[in-house]
């Protein structure tokens, strides 16, 4: 089935990487969704767990050093210039949270068998888990810096919709600008799905990549910035019934990672959006 349309930047969603659009945020990062990965929430799903003990080696070889700051920032606020979009990044746990899409930081074949998957998918119940395996029954596997969605499950109103978001992860792709720009897709992608698919009002986004993929915190705070800028500027090409999403939340469970998520996202975010 052909790709569908979207008013989008150059869009069709789930999150292909092109060299055209430069208008919303510089890169040349588009947006794309396959028509059958569009609501039909019965046909979406994911696949096998992988070992837990498995993953919690990989945790251990991700983590980075902390180094002490003289103030500890684990909570950040501000609106966006163009639409008044309000962000907030805070230490939380994104099954709880009160928006109505959450983000799952998943693998090309969603596997739920560690990190924020597991608790997702644990939280969320067999439901999730259904549509994940029919997902892939279908497509075989979300390619990265794609995304599709699920029902929420068990998980608590007034969330609705998971987002299944597949990152970049550092071991396959070592080089630092294409690791970059495929992760700006990726939540851009998120931010763009949730507005015009699921026509959500708010959505609560992990640091993606951060984890079991070891991606840098400087690279996933550049391509966070680049992503709520560019919704942004998106936002204003849309008409006014049109502009769904107007709040964006950035949480993880770790205070450190969220310190050193908010330190980057202050460096690449435009002087504006925090005066």
Same mark, same amino acid.
């Given at each position: 089935m052909p790709a569908a349309?979207?008013?989008?930047? =150059?869009?069709?969603?789930?999150?292909?990487v092109d060299d055209t659009p430069t208008e919303y945020g510089?890169?040349?990062?588009? &947006?794309?969704?396959?028509?059958? =990965?569009?609501? /039909?929430?019965?046909?979406?799903?994911g696949g096998p767990a992988e070992s837990s003990r498995k993953a919690d080696d990989r945790v251990q070889r991700c983590r980075r050093p902390h180094t002490a700051a003289?103030?500890? =920032?684990?909570e950040l606020k501000f609106a966006t210039p163009l639409t008044d979009l309000a962000v907030d990044v805070s230490v939380g746990d994104s099954t709880a949270e009160d928006t109505e899409v959450i983000v799952n930081p998943a693998n090309r074949y969603l596997w739920?068998?560690?990190?924020?998957?597991?608790a997702i998918a644990t939280a969320a119940g067999p439901e999730l888990i259904?549509?994940?395996?029919?997902?892939?029954?279908?497509?075989?596997?979300? +390619?990265? &810096?794609h995304v599709t969605h699920t029902s929420a499950g068990n998980l608590p109103r007034p969330i609705k919709y998971v987002i299944h978001a597949v990152g970049p992860n550092a071991k396959e792709t070592p080089d630092r600008e294409l690791c970059l720009e495929l992760l700006?897709?990726?939540?851009?992608? /998120?931010?763009?799905? &949730?507005?015009?698919?699921?026509?959500a009002k708010s959505i609560a986004m992990p640091a993606i990549s951060s984890?079991?993929?070891?991606? +840098?915190?400087?690279?996933?705070? &550049?391509?966070?910035?680049?992503a709520i800028q560019s919704f942004d500027r998106y936002l204003t090409t849309l008409a006014p019934d049109r502009r769904?999403?107007?709040?964006?939340?950035?949480?993880?469970i770790d205070g450190q990672t969220t310190e050193q998520f908010i330190d980057g996202l202050t460096t690449h975010l435009a002087l504006d959006l925090l005066s």
């Open positions: 349309q979207v008013n989008s930047p =150059r869009a069709e969603i789930a999150g292909a510089g890169s040349g990062m588009t &947006a794309t969704y396959d028509q059958a =990965r569009v609501p /039909c929430d019965e046909q979406h799903g003289a103030e500890c =920032r684990t739920h068998g560690a990190g924020a998957a597991k259904s549509q994940c395996t029919e997902f892939i029954k279908a497509y075989e596997m979300l +390619p990265i &810096a700006k897709a990726t939540f851009l992608n /998120c931010l763009l799905y &949730a507005n015009d698919v699921l026509c984890g079991l993929f070891c991606v +840098p915190m400087d690279i996933v705070s &550049a391509a966070t910035a680049y769904n999403l107007g709040h964006i939340k950035v949480v993880n």
